[in-house]
């Protein structure tokens, strides 16, 4: 899963970014990973793994992973080009969801580009330039499958969906805040247009805002209504806590977020969120090698499943023989879910459920 960090200049990103990096992924599990500059890799929290761990032994942990891409050069005029615009433009298009950071938090010694906190004038600003450019993109493409509709009527509902887009588009508004129909969704997902990624809106609080989750904080409150009507999702979290954060270990985190009342990091929420947001799930393989957990769509079969390991598993699949966590956790061992009948041997139409604990049997 790829997220692109965006926002205007001091609100918080480069704090975020580099509590990000800090509590970076052990580099080595991740050999597949461009380790950059601009990225950041952090692995997904999953309690199951570390009861897994203690049932198996194994000689290595493999949580599944995030990749935060930040994406700072997005100012005003991107979509002009300035700035190298059109490069960080094109860094959106690659992720599959956006986290944008909106500053909720007051402080006279931090000036802010446009004078005052305002969230939604904040986040305005930075979606006009995905808007505008989206509209570039709507307009070349309409003038395409017009021509191409003269001869061709199957194309006109294109058209009408490519003329309605146009419509939101130019009243200032993303994609995101139309109504569309299933097949619909589909389409306007394969022109990958930029104000049409799924949003997170990270609302970055004072450290005595993060507290009660930012639940008194006034721009919170309209950040939260803004982000219901275009169906996205609010994350609230104090940046400058979380660069002290992925500096503990994890005993240390735990007394420290203990102190100030809160169950789990910012940076856990906001991960968590992402994947909930993406409709994804982690189905976990355990042995005395290694525990790991695998990202996939919510509704993949078993097959698909087991192609995120390797494309042979998906070729020459047989079958999965499939646990859930829940039952494996409370007989202790595969072998007492054997017994129990509860190792189920499932075959290419079977749909991976979030926690299940799989062997792949495969051909090669
Ligand atoms: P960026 O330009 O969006 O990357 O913003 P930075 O991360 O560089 O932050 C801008 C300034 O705001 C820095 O001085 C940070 O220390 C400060 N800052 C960031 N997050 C917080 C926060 O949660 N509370 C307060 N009071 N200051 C913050």
Not at 109 to 131: A, F, Q, S
Request: proline share 3%; hydrophobic share 40%.
């Amino acid at each position: 899963m790829k997220l692109g960090i965006v926002g205007l200049p001091n609100v918080g990103k480069s704090t975020l970014f580099n509590a990000i990096t800090q509590a970076g992924a052990e580099s080595a599990n991740y050999p597949f990973c461009t380790i950059e500059p601009n990225v950041g890799v952090v692995s997904v929290p999953d309690y199951r793994l570390n009861i897994l761990r203690d049932m198996y032994n194994p000689e290595k942990l493999i949580p599944a992973i995030v990749e935060f891409y930040d994406i700072a050069g997005l100012v005003r005029g991107a979509s002009k080009g300035e700035g190298l615009g059109n490069k960080f433009l094109s860094h959106i298009r690659e992720v599959s969801a956006i986290i944008h950071v909106v500053r909720c938090f007051e402080d006279s010694n931090i000036t802010h580009v446009d004078g005052d906190v305002n969230p939604i004038r904040d986040i305005e600003t930075i979606n006009l330039e995905l808007i505008l450019s989206d509209l570039e993109s709507i307009e070349k493409r309409i003038q395409k499958t017009e021509k191409l509709a003269k001869s061709d009527k199957s194309l006109v509902q294109e058209l009408d969906l490519l003329h309605k887009i146009k419509n939101v588009l130019e009243e200032g508004k993303s994609i995101r805040f139309l109504d569309l129909s299933e097949e619909e969704v589909k389409l306007v997902s394969s022109f990958n247009l930029l104000s049409n990624k799924p949003v997170i809106y990270v609302g970055n609080v004072s450290e005595e805002d993060i507290q009660d989750l930012g639940a008194s904080n006034a721009y919170v409150r309209k950040l939260k209504d803004f982000a219901e009507e275009e169906n996205s999702e609010v994350v609230v979290i104090c940046a400058k806590i979380e660069a002290e954060i992925s500096e503990l270990d994890d005993e240390e985190k735990g007394l420290f977020l203990e102190e100030l009342g809160l169950k789990e990091s910012g940076l856990d929420r906001l991960i968590k969120a992402s994947y909930s947001l993406l409709g994804l799930i982690s189905y976990i393989t355990a042995g005395p090698k290694e525990v790991r957990a695998w990202t996939i769509r919510k509704g993949t079969k078993a097959p698909q499943a087991a192609g995120k390991i390797h494309t042979d598993f998906e070729k020459g699949f047989i079958r999965a023989e499939t646990v859930s966590f829940d039952d494996l956790n409370n007989l202790g061992s595969v072998v007492a879910a054997k017994e129990k009948g509860l190792v189920r041997l499932e075959g290419k139409e079977y749909i991976v459920k979030d926690g299940d604990v799989i062997l792949f049997r495969f051909n090669v």
